[in-house]
């Protein structure tokens, strides 16, 4: 039995000591206390389904080296998100893009050592030890601690689940949780999805919901005036990084172009994950907030009509194309960009002779190159044009050209300096004057912050920097802005209604404050800002923390926790209900869009 909870134990061990948690005095330790609890009650059920169940010998091996080899994914997971695996994700990970440019990376060789080892001490503590500690007076005193550990200790909300239990339990927790919002999406028909003309739109929802996250507000001042002439859009979203890059010193020309544009000092990304970054910036809507579907593939049916930037500039003369270091067929992002109006898309597949090449794609200086030799062409055709790039260079592990394992400040020094020789061969050319060049992310991958809460929301505080074209003069702006603000922001710069957009206008200065809410897919929770009544912390069964609403949530997150009211915790699930696009929905479209027809 013992080599069943160093089986399960070993990885929580290691974690702990190498993944950074704040601590919180009393809550930190029930948390890792009730994670111990929950590996201990996973080792027994293994214990009792491996060995009373009659099973052979070369089964137990084969089963410890698979769940081995899943808590190693696991604890990289932990490193990169912050967060258990949720099984939802691993079609992702039979990917070659992930196999091969994550598991297999060269910084990896020492975890699939310890894999190696941790099966070999399996099978030693099987041999010598196992027998000496058998006995059932033990078992069953163990397995009642775990139990009361597992199920009495009640989850801290503003915590980090991995430390609170294992993924098994979590994933679990999950499954259960789907199937009571499946039911719910069941019993309320199409929730907040209705069929019109045979495309599933959204549906409007109570005047309170619709007015605190669907309104329009074009009611602030315009700092850039509407441009005489069409201007070529430059959007260059960077891997994941985060606005505390910059105050950290680790972004220095971020940091000094800044002060040449327009800079936000509270730009929000809506999500985790680059397809649902992607979606919100590309489409101004929001993704779904807890769901493991992806809007982004959804777009990709044809029952889902949105438009989305690059086909609301093409009514206006614009050619979009949309260039990326990745593989196109990762995520489907390839298929999306197409469908929702590029014209033309590139992935790694495109460069042939780049600088560096991982199994994730090419490096930031070879996208780059590539960008300048497009926008030559763009310009010798007619225009306007809008060109997107996605960078890689800085999505874990990190490609940086001559460096086999490259740390991850030598990804970002790597990521600034080739941004720096491309804005400024732009500007050698004298593109900066036509061309409206928007930075930002498409997720804010890095986490930092004085606490925990800090730390997550920290994932969600991307930069955002616009130079070039008519932005006459720097401006810090400190008004919270969103990536579903964007598509109604150009419809504003070109002065053009849009008929069901959403947000504020990036170009535009506000003096009133605003309702926010995001989601994070990897931790399953739910972040809100109300503007008269605080700001939310909920899990995906709503369990929901509520702090003071005093100072700036991203650099000074109160830490006092206080009774929320449930009014607003129901206007948050009927948020969730109104918004996640499940596959329930889509079917149930379906459904009435055949019924229809006959």
């Known amino acids: 039995m013992l080599k069943y909870f160093i089986l399960v134990l070993f990885f929580r061990i290691i974690g702990l000591i190498t993944v950074p948690v704040h601590p919180d005095s009393f809550k930190t330790w029930i948390a890792f206390s009730r994670g111990f609890s929950?590996?201990?009650?996973?080792?027994?059920?293994?214990w009792f389904v491996l060995e009373k169940v009659p099973v052979n010998r070369l089964f137990r091996i084969v089963s410890a080296a698979l769940l081995i080899v899943v808590c190693a994914v696991n604890y990289e997971h932990i490193h990169a998100n912050g967060s258990n695996l949720n099984f939802y994700f691993l079609k992702y990970g039979f990917d070659e893009t992930f196999i091969l440019g994550s598991f297999f990376a060269v910084k990896n060789i020492p975890l699939l050592g310890v894999c190696v080892f941790n099966l070999w001490l399996f099978r030693f503590l099987g041999k010598h030890f196992d027998q000496r500690f058998f006995k059932w007076k033990t078992v069953l005193l163990v397995l009642l601690l775990s139990v009361l550990g597992s199920f009495c200790v009640p989850l801290k909300v503003g915590f980090p689940y991995w430390a609170q239990m294992n993924f098994v339990e979590e994933n679990s927790r999950n499954l259960i949780n789907r199937i009571f919002v499946r039911n719910d999406v069941r019993s309320d028909g199409l929730a907040g999805w209705e069929v019109q003309n045979g495309i599933l739109v959204r549906k409007a929802g109570s005047l309170e919901l619709m007015e605190a996250f669907y309104s329009q507000d074009l009611s602030g001042e315009k700092i850039i005036n509407t441009p005489t002439s069409l201007n070529n859009v430059l959007i260059v979203m960077v891997e994941g990084l985060s606005y505390d890059l910059i105050d950290q010193g680790k972004l220095p020309f971020l940091a000094e172009l800044k002060n040449e544009g327009l800079f936000f000092n509270n730009f929000i990304t809506l999500q985790r994950q680059t397809n649902r970054g992607m979606y919100a910036a590309l489409c101004g809507d929001y993704p779904n907030y807890l769901d493991t579907s992806a809007k982004m593939d959804f777009a990709l049916k044809r029952e889902f009509g949105k438009e989305c930037l690059?086909?609301?500039?093409?009514?206006?003369?614009?050619?979009?194309v949309f260039m990326q270091s990745s593989n196109s067929h990762y995520m489907n992002k390839g298929s999306f960009v197409r469908t929702i109006g590029y014209d033309e898309d590139f992935g790694s597949r495109a460069f042939l002779n780049p600088i560096a090449r991982s199994n994730w794609g090419v490096d930031d200086r070879s996208l780059y190159?590539?960008?300048?030799?497009?926008?030559?062409?763009?310009?010798?055709?007619?225009p306007p044009w809008m060109l997107t790039l996605l960078t890689v260079g800085t999505h874990h592990p990190y490609l940086v050209p001559g460096v086999p394992a490259p740390t991850r400040e030598q990804a970002l020094e790597y990521a600034d300096e080739t941004l720096q020789e491309f804005?400024?061969?732009?500007?050698?050319?004298?593109?900066?004057?036509?061309?409206?060049?928007?930075?930002?992310?498409?997720?804010?991958?890095?986490?930092?912050?004085?606490n925990e809460l800090e730390r997550a929301l920290s994932q969600h505080h991307a930069p955002l920097i616009i130079v070039g074209g008519p932005v006459a003069k720097p401006m810090a702006l400190d008004g919270y802005?969103?990536?579903?603000?964007?598509?109604?922001?150009?419809?504003?710069?070109?002065?053009?209604?849009?008929?069901?957009?959403?947000?504020?206008?990036?170009?535009?200065?506000?003096?009133?404050?605003?309702?926010?809410?995001?989601?994070?897919?990897?931790?399953?929770?739910?972040?809100?800002?109300?503007?008269?009544?605080?700001?939310?912390?909920?899990?995906?069964?709503?369990?929901?923390?509520?702090?003071?609403?005093?100072?700036?949530?991203?650099?000074?997150?109160?830490?006092?926790?206080?009774?929320?009211?449930?009014?607003?915790?129901?206007?948050?699930?009927?948020?969730y209900l109104h918004n996640d696009l499940t596959k329930d929905k889509v079917f149930a479209g379906e459904a009435i869009l055949s019924s229809s027809l006959r």
């Not at 929950?38 to 293994?46: E, T």
């Not at 590539?370 to 007619?382: F, G, M, T, V, Y």
């Open 423 to 450: 804005i400024e061969a732009l500007r050698e050319r004298g593109q900066l004057d036509n061309t409206l060049v928007v930075i930002t992310s498409d997720e804010a991958a890095f986490s930092y912050g004085k």
């Open 481 to 575: 802005f969103t990536q579903a603000d964007l598509l109604l922001s150009f419809a504003d710069f070109l002065d053009v209604d849009l008929e069901g957009g959403i947000g504020r206008s990036i170009f535009r200065r506000y003096s009133n404050r605003r309702n926010l809410i995001f989601g994070n897919v990897y931790t399953s929770k739910l972040y809100s800002y109300f503007k008269d009544d605080g700001f939310y912390v909920c899990d995906q069964e709503f369990n929901c923390e509520s702090y003071a609403s005093a100072g700036d949530f991203f650099r000074d997150t109160p830490s006092d926790i206080i009774q929320g009211t449930s009014r607003t915790v129901e206007l948050l699930r009927e948020a």
């Open 369 to 382: 190159q590539k960008a300048l030799e497009k926008i030559e062409s763009l310009d010798q055709a007619e």
């Open 310 to 320: 690059p086909s609301f500039l093409k009514e206006k003369g614009y050619h979009s």
């Open 38 to 46: 929950s590996d201990i009650f996973l080792a027994l059920c293994l």
